[in-house]
């Protein structure tokens, strides 16, 4: 099973920022597609974004397209989520994860660490 450490959560007032992180521990990231999911009450993990590992082609839910964006600084291995514009709908738990491509996405891969937490209010 591949590990990550998710960070970077908080409290933010509507309209502001967060970049959250993903570590990789023990493989090299760059190797996997990774996605971005989020956990709301009720609700299960759905997907958010992905970037490729073959020629880095990013994908998104259209409720983020144009605010967030998803990129990976390789020599760190690490991959993040810079979120801009944020509003209530937003918030929830947000978990990484690696895939064999972005391809279905949106379904993860069952397999889930700790999260980072989002909450946007005023």
Not at 70 to 99: H, W
């Amino acid at each position: 099973q591949l590990q990550f450490v998710e960070s970077g959560g908080g409290l933010v007032q509507p309209g502001g920022s967060l970049r959250l992180s993903c570590a990789a521990s023990g493989f090299t990231l760059d190797d996997y597609a990774v996605g971005w999911y989020r956990q709301t009450p009720g609700k299960e993990h759905e997907g958010v974004s992905c970037i490729s590992s073959s020629d880095g082609s990013t994908y998104y839910t259209d409720s983020v397209k144009g605010r967030f964006t998803i990129f990976r600084d390789n020599a760190k291995n690490m991959v993040y989520l810079q979120m801009n514009s944020l509003e209530p709908e937003d918030a929830g738990t947000y978990y990484c994860a690696a895939l064999e491509t972005c391809y279905n996405y949106a379904d993860g891969n069952g397999n889930w660490g700790q999260g980072t937490r989002v909450t946007v209010s005023a």
